[in-house]
């Protein structure tokens, strides 16, 4: 028998869900209020508002830059797009769980729409990479858009293309970002949450590729 922590594991290859991690039912718990918004970190939250969820990798500073905009509520960091229930970082980390780093962004679509939020993803990354963003490397740093409404998955494919324009007028590479409807977030360790605004000197890794994107 082969136990999982023998495989021998190529982080930029997503495991089958048989290699996957089995996790575990519980879920992590978290504080009731965000760090810097002081808002409900998962509510409940006013009727006005709307959910979308960005991997743009490392989630640290992708956070920042949402819960920056005006219009957003609250953010929480995660993990989605694998098999594995539940898992930890260092279940995430080690490439078997099939999870990326993702950003839920609670916000009011009469102050930030989502098409704003999209351009915002967009520029704030290189979404060409594949399972890397810069220096940090394997499938929990892939850049993908979790929608919530058929809406947004309209909205999501039709930017795509329309900054894969303006990428191509750049010399710049082909989009390999993962669009889709939402799965399942399982939410990141409390020390995660908030991240930069606890440690301001703490690591970033957020870099756009300088290309404006005209939506």
């Known amino acids: 028998m082969v136990l999982r922590s023998e495989i021998l594991v190529n982080k930029n290859v997503l495991p089958t869900k048989d290699q996957a991690l089995p996790g575990r039912d519980t879920h992590v718990q978290l504080p009731e209020t965000h760090y810097v ?12 508002v709307d959910f979308a969820i960005f991997g743009l990798g490392c989630f640290w500073g992708a956070e920042r ?11 929480v960091v995660g993990y989605a797009g694998g098999y594995t229930p539940n898992p ?8 078997l769980t099939g999870h990326t780093e993702v950003v839920l962004v609670v916000y009011e679509p009469e102050v930030v729409s989502y098409k704003q939020l999209l351009a915002m993803f967009w520029e704030l990354h290189n979404p060409t990479q594949g399972m890397r963003q810069g220096n ?16 947004q998955l309209e909205q999501a494919l039709e930017s795509k293309k329309v900054f894969q324009a303006e990428l191509d007028k750049a010399g710049l590479g082909t989009i390999t970002t993962e669009i889709d409807q939402a799965p399942t977030v399982y939410f990141a360790e409390a020390y995660h949450q908030q991240y930069l605004a606890k440690n301001p000197q703490g690591y970033c890794g957020i870099g756009g590729t300088g290309v404006t994107c005209p939506i």
Not at 88 to 95: Q, R
């Open 37 to 48: 918004t002081g808002q409900p970190l998962l509510g409940p939250f006013p009727m006005n």
């Open 65 to 75: 830059k949402f819960w920056e905009r005006e219009g957003v509520v609250s953010t």
């Open 88 to 95: 930890t970082y260092e279940e995430v980390c080690s490439g």
């Open 136 to 151: 940090d490397i394997g499938t929990q740093y892939r850049s993908v858009i979790y929608c919530t409404t058929p809406e």
